[in-house]
């Protein structure tokens, strides 16, 4: 790896960093807390520990994050026994200043989407360089469909316009996702409509009709808050 590559990813690494430690503040200690998926989560659990913040339990949204809290000593429990969740905490792939996200690079969308809607209010943190003014621009949408409708739904999605990847492996509910590109995201509320509406799609990572109330985002020095 050269120079170059290690300091913008020990960068990157510093603005997820500054975008965890900016949401602390709105953690309260005793609640339920939803917990997204990915590396900026994993550097929030590492904070949550450092700061000795006391949550009730969190509620995850994969396994890979059920492990990490699980690691670091913080209880989890099933969004079914929870009746109200005050606050859902993740990272996204892309977003722009109205809060219309790309998620699921890590697979974990359907589940995200999920607790995001459930909760009360949803902040998603992330580094400023993921801030787009359209998105699609640098990640493809992540569809997750039955594995009985996986052809149907890629050929569909083509025709929409999309250049189609079958991801390798399943997803945490066992279920291909399929990667879609130049998909036409200059209306992301329509376009997860359309996307929603195919029989079998079971969640797809366009954010539109649940946004974040805030965004937190890491810069070179400090944070930028949306809205401001
Ligand atoms: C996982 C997600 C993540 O929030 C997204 O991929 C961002 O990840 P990272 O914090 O590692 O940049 O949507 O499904």
Avoid at 31 to 50: A, P
Avoid at 191 to 214: D, K, M
Wanted: aromatic share 2%; charged share 20%; proline share 5%.
């Amino acid at each position: 790896m050269s120079k170059d590559v290690r300091q913008e990813s020990n960068q990157s690494i510093a603005k997820k960093r500054r975008a965890a430690e900016a949401v602390l503040p709105m953690i309260q200690a005793g609640d339920y807390l939803g917990m997204g998926t990915g590396s900026t989560v994993g550097v929030l659990i590492e904070l949550i520990v450092q700061h000795r913040l006391s949550i009730r339990a969190a509620i995850s949204s994969s396994e890979a994050t059920t492990a990490a809290l699980q690691r670091a000593g913080i209880g989890v429990v099933d969004l079914n026994e929870v009746a109200d969740v005050p606050l859902y905490i993740d990272g996204a792939d892309e977003l722009t200043q109205h809060g219309f996200l790309i998620k699921g690079g890590g697979g974990a969308m359907t589940r995200e989407k999920i607790l995001a809607t459930a909760s009360r209010h949803f902040v998603c943190i992330a580094e400023d360089d993921k801030l787009t003014p359209v998105l699609g621009r640098n990640h493809p949408v992540p569809v997750e469909v039955l594995p009985m409708a996986r052809s149907f739904i890629a050929r569909h999605l083509a025709g929409m316009g999309a250049t189609v990847t079958l991801r390798r492996g399943l997803s945490d509910n066992g279920n291909p996702i399929l990667d879609c590109s130049r998909l036409d995201l200059a209306n992301p509320v329509t376009l997860e409509q359309a996307i929603n509406n195919l029989p079998g799609v079971i969640g797809c990572g366009v954010f539109a009709l649940r946004r974040p109330e805030v965004m937190l985002l890491g810069t070179v020095d400090g944070v930028r808050r949306l809205p401001a």
